[in-house]
Nanobody, 129 residues
Framework: VQLQASGGGLVQPGGSLRLSCAAS????????IGWFRRAPGKEREGISC????????YTRDSVKGRFTISRDDARNTMYLEMNNLKPEDTAVYFC???????????????????????WGQGTQVTVSS
């Protein structure tokens, strides 16, 4: 499967964006999904990851209460709703899907590698006035 992220753009502080990640095939084969980002000059970090089996979720402290991850397997799409955006949220955002029912914290820590994870290309989010 291939993942295609979209929905990034330029937004003012306090604004909102919804990122989408469409899969070329069924997402039912990918029990865990996640969103990640890489800010300028920084390493890639996990933002939020979700396991379908039990709804287990990991969310990074810096985005708790502002970002919400979700999935729609009927549309083979995952989402990241981002509210109250801050300049420090500026980054390239990536989606990923895991083939196993991994612990969401483990998946967001990028400890799942190789053929067990599929990455989408990034979409740029810029928060600036």
């Amino acid at each position: 499967v291939q993942l295609q992220a979209s929905g990034g753009g330029l937004v003012q502080p306090g604004g909102s964006l919804r990122l989408s990640c469409a899969a070329s095939g069924s997402t039912l084969n990918y029990p865990v999904i996640g969103w990640f980002r890489r800010a300028p000059g920084k390493e890639r970090e996990g933002i939020s990851c979700l396991r379908r089996r039990d709804g287990g979720m990991y969310t990074r402290d810096s985005v708790k209460g502002r970002f919400t991850i979700s999935r729609d397997d009927a549309r083979n799409t995952m989402y990241l709703e981002m509210n109250n955006l801050k300049p420090e949220d500026t980054a390239v955002y990536f989606c990923a899907a895991g083939r196993g029912s991994f612990n969401p914290s483990t998946f967001c820590a990028m400890k799942v590698t190789g053929s067990a994870v599929v990455w989408g290309q990034g979409t740029q989010v810029t928060v600036s006035s």
